[in-house]
């Protein structure tokens, strides 16, 4: 893994979420607790809502257009409706977020 | 008494709770927030025994609003427990581009607002520019990143945000009343100015349209309102819980008061009352149906209870009165708007 540092942990509000655009397409990083962050990709499977947009809460989301709802842990959606999401490993490190380069199509420049 | 008549099989209908994360209904929770004071969100899970850590996109905009319409000085509201239009201010569409509707007082205008919108709307290319039925101006199709700078623009010409997209006060629709109209009983335009003036920038339960006319011919359609004033040659005839939505409901009379002021203040203290007792996502018409339009009548026709209700909602506006767009256009805020950081944009190896 080559991790890529994103930008600081305080730039995403907590329970809230950014998105960061990357070759292999926008991906959303959601601030689940004081230091927890998860990346999955920020477009919903159902009809393409942005999920960095969606209210979260535990370790999910819900998207903000027809209310589907996902484990960031799996990218899976929960409940009656069917569908997955691509997740991203994602760290923290002093107060820094660093997402995975391999997984999301860019080597880091070191 | 129940069961007695109606036999064993009866079981009373358990109350629907707001979400899976609880079994309180809103009703319960209130009434628990008031009576055990709690002043956050993390107090009412915990002393509430939510199962969730942090409540669902069902019941945290719901608890966010009953704190702060219950402790405006105490609580701070939290923007991450509010569906991305009243965090974003501004309406989300099926694209994920954003609409938006500066605030027309009155559905009035200048030549130099329409100039201001004209130039933004070409400045960030906006594909469809309407009119919308609030009587103002609707810019759709506008990229997420581009709000803030459009804020900036429209601010600098003296437009804020028209809350389009808010659970909170909308429009005040209004003819043109004795200004032009040979029919007009009193200054129609006026007081639905005066009104939105008052109003704007508050949260309440559920959206808030009003329209005034200035005389029974009722141009400004104000008996589909949730308040609708028509103007009569004798004062004022305040109708409430009125819709013209998935439901369409007629006004029903609150009251008929003599003077402009009578009218504000009635007006002002339905909208508190409303904002105090309301289910979240309960438009005034179905909390009407609830409570009964006898017991809004009864409570308001207590001039000490008007006036205290109108005093709670003037000191929540001293907060929550404020323009988002002029707040959120600062450079630090505005940076939210944007992402986080672009990797396509590193040169490729
Ligand atoms: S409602 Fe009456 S006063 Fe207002 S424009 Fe119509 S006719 Fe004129
Ligand atoms: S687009 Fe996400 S739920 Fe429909």
Known sequence: MSWIDIGALDDIPLRGARMVKTRAGCVALFRTAEAEIFATSNTCAHKGGPLAEGIVHGRRVTCPLHNWVYSLETGEVQGADEGRIATYPVRVEEGRVLIDGDAIGKRSAA | ?349
Not at chain 2, 4 to 29: K, N, R, S, W, Y
Not at chain 2, 166 to 178: I, M, P
Not at chain 2, 184 to 209: C, F, M
């Open chain 2, 1 to 349: 008494m129940l069961a007695v008549t109606l036999g064993d099989a009866f079981a009373m209908p358990a109350a629907q709770p707001i979400c899976g994360c609880t079994d309180l209904t809103h009703e319960d929770v209130r009434r628990l927030i008031k009576a055990r004071e709690l002043k956050s969100q993390p107090a009412v899970w915990q002393e509430l025994g939510w199962r969730t850590p942090n409540g669902c996109h069902v019941c945290r905009p719901a608890v966010n609003f009953y704190l702060l319409a219950d402790g405006p000085l105490e609580y701070q509201d939290d923007p991450q427990s509010r569906f991305v239009n009243e965090r974003k201010h501004a309406n989300i569409q099926k694209d994920g581009t954003f609409s938006v509707v500066p605030r027309m007082w009155g559905g009035i205008t200048s030549a130099s607002e329409l100039r201001a919108i004209a130039d933004a709307a070409e400045k960030y290319d906006v594909p469809t520019v309407k009119v919308t039925g609030g009587q103002r101006i609707d810019l759709l199709g506008v990229k997420g990143e581009d709000l803030p700078a459009m804020w900036a623009d429209l601010n600098a010409a003296g437009l804020v945000s028209g809350h389009a997209y808010s659970k909170g006060l909308r429009t005040v629709k209004t003819c043109v009343g004795t200004d032009h109209c040979r029919f007009g009983t009193q200054d129609s335009t006026g007081l639905g100015i005066r009104l939105e003036k008052r109003l704007w920038g508050s949260w309440t339960p559920h959206k808030v349209k009003l329209a005034v006319s200035g005389c029974p011919r009722n141009c400004a359609e104000a008996t589909c309102k949730d308040v609708g004033i028509v103007c009569v040659d004798s004062g004022y005839e305040i109708g409430v819980g009125g819709a013209a939505g998935m439901d369409v409901k007629e006004v029903e009379r609150l009251v008929k008061v003599a003077t402009e002021g009578e009218a504000v203040e009635w007006t002002v203290a339905f909208v508190q009352l409303y904002r105090e007792h309301a289910r979240y996502l309960d438009r005034p018409y179905k909390w009407l149906g609830k409570v009964g339009l006898d017991w809004v009548k009864e409570t308001l026709g207590d001039a000490a209870t008007r006036r205290a209700l109108v005093e709670r909602f003037d000191l929540s506006q001293t907060i929550y009165q404020t323009d988002p767009w002029a707040e959120l256009a600062v450079r630090e805020k505005a940076r939210a708007f944007a992402p986080i950081a672009d990797l396509t944009l590193e040169a490729a190896q």
